[in-house]
């Protein structure tokens, strides 16, 4: 499933099929079992929770994955990284914490110290916009 | 003194020359040091790291397989470089030490790298303060002390291959001086911190590593 770039999504997105984002998604991103692939044109200012998270475009916010987080080379990721594994490749922009120690799933919440780019507040149940 | 980081291509080639600024070298190095940080982290369980280099993805999954450690990346040459470009030298200590002090907890393990090559003596101190404080008891430090200042417009990024192998790679950056600091004096910035390694190397940088009591 794709989510186009010209959809701006506020609120919280949640499913159980794999995803790629090209979009804006400002809230919450739930995908605990599947991949969540974040765009080149995609812009995220979100909590982010999948089991495999590849970032091509921008995210500001934790990402918590159950297996893994690749930040490719044109990434930008400002946000703390929970997941037992993590490749930043050369010339992804990084600012935040890696924390390899547990699953993922849970270590990255909204009680986690120190979140770079807390998204703001937002009302909940997804509000899609086409531009 | 065997020659722990072999900054020229070649034997024999003359230390530290003068680069073009568009060209990127790679050189691969012995350390000495790094072996003792490493396994001064690796008998903790779950230690924390903070590294103050530019991300390396590489340092990232290397230091994640062998110590299952949570990274906290304060990539200086950051704030380095926009003090830099603001031409505001006189802010570099204040941001320096609000940057280290949004680290939250004591930390195991501190990598500097060759950024106080970069700082002014004032700056200098006031980092190496900051770090003392954040480090925890029984926490290391390790960090590269060039001892020839001169004019820079390159950085290094230090890649781990091995736990005592590696690479350096030199690359264009913004013009900047490259500070250097006295054994005596780098040892009296971390007061309260014990020096357990310091090598001269052959290319006049000191890596030295040193322990919070």
């Not at chain 2, 070649?10 to 070298?25: D, H, M, N």
């Not at chain 2, 790094?34 to 530019?54: C, E, N, R, T, Y």
């Not at chain 2, 304060?74 to 926009?82: A, N, R």
């Not at chain 2, 910035?189 to 940088?205: A, D």
């Amino acid at each position: 499933m794709n989510i186009g770039k010209s959809v701006i999504i506020k609120g919280e997105l949640s499913g159980s099929e794999d995803l790629t984002i090209e979009g804006q998604v400002e809230g919450k991103i739930e995908l605990r079992q599947n991949l969540l692939t974040i765009g080149p044109n995609a812009k995220i200012k979100a909590q982010v929770f999948a089991k495999t998270v590849v970032v091509e475009g921008q995210v500001h916010g934790n990402i918590s994955a159950g297996e893994r987080v690749d930040i490719r080379d044109k990434g930008v990721v400002e946000g703390n990284l929970a997941a037992p594994r993590v490749a930043i490749a050369d010339g992804a922009h990084f600012r935040g914490s890696i924390d390899m120690q547990t699953g993922g799933a849970k270590a990255v919440d909204a009680s986690d110290a120190r979140p770079a780019a807390a998204p703001q507040p937002v009302a909940a149940g997804p509000t899609a916009v086409a531009r | 003194m065997s020659p722990l980081f072999n900054w020229a291509a070649k034997k024999g080639e003359p230390v530290a020359p003068e680069r073009p600024a568009s060209l990127i070298t790679e050189n691969l190095s012995t350390s000495r040091a790094l072996p003792k940080f490493i396994a001064a982290l690796a008998h903790q369980s779950a230690p924390v790291l903070l590294d103050l280099g530019p991300v390396v993805g590489a340092n990232v999954s290397f230091f994640g397989d062998r110590l299952a450690c949570k990274m906290l990346i304060e990539d200086l040459h950051e704030t380095i470089g926009g003090v830099i470009t603001e031409r505001a030298p006189e802010t570099l200590a204040t941001r320096l030490t609000d940057r280290i002090s949004r680290v939250t907890g004591p930390v195991d393990g501190v990598l500097c790298w060759d950024v106080f090559d970069y700082l002014d003596r004032g700056s200098a101190r006031a980092l190496a303060s900051s770090l003392r404080d954040v480090l925890a008891a029984g926490g290391v430090l390790h960090g590269l002390f060039g001892t020839v200042a001169q004019p820079a417009s390159t950085r290094t990024r230090f890649i781990m291959q091995s736990e005592t192998a590696v690479k350096c790679r030199t690359e264009p950056w913004l013009a900047a001086s490259r500070h250097a600091y006295q054994t005596g004096e780098i040892t009296r910035m971390f007061e309260g911190l014990t020096v357990v390694e310091s090598v001269l190397l052959q290319n006049r940088t000191r890596e030295t590593l040193f322990r919070k009591r």
